[in-house]
């Protein structure tokens, strides 16, 4: 079975960075795109960047271009979300999803991830 396991979460002050992995277990996982999505208190969840698994072709929203960065390690089946220059509204729970091959949206995802960032 599938799974992804989500790291590097944590506590940081505004201006600095941290990275997010996101990997994929299981020899069988066959990805169309891996993303990242995030959801403040009182919020709904929003999508934050994805990449196209074959590719690597990026997306992001707006109020973190320039900022993040999303990568991607074939061989390890994992996802990177590198923030920089992190913000107080940046404070989240980030969740990695990835979207199969035959799947019309993300269909797996993983536990999540605390972001905090303080003034």
């Known amino acids: 079975q599938v799974q992804l396991v989500e790291s590097g979460g944590g506590l940081a002050r505004a201006g600095e960075s941290l990275r997010l992995s996101c990997a994929a277990s299981?020899?069988?996982?066959?990805?169309?795109?891996m993303g990242w999505f995030r959801q403040a208190p009182g919020k709904e969840r929003e999508f934050v960047a994805s990449?196209?698994?074959?590719?690597?072709?990026?997306y992001y929203t707006d109020s973190v271009k320039g900022r993040f960065t999303i990568s991607r390690d074939i061989a390890r089946k994992t996802v990177y979300l590198q923030m920089s220059s992190l913000k107080p509204e940046d404070t989240a729970v980030y969740y990695c999803?990835?979207?199969?091959?035959?799947?019309?949206?993300?269909?797996?995802w993983g536990q999540g991830t605390q972001v905090t960032v303080s003034s």
């Open positions: 299981g020899r069988t996982f066959s990805g169309v795109a």
């Open positions: 990449m196209r698994w074959a590719n690597g072709t990026p």
């Open positions: 999803a990835a979207q199969r091959t035959g799947a019309r949206d993300y269909d797996l």
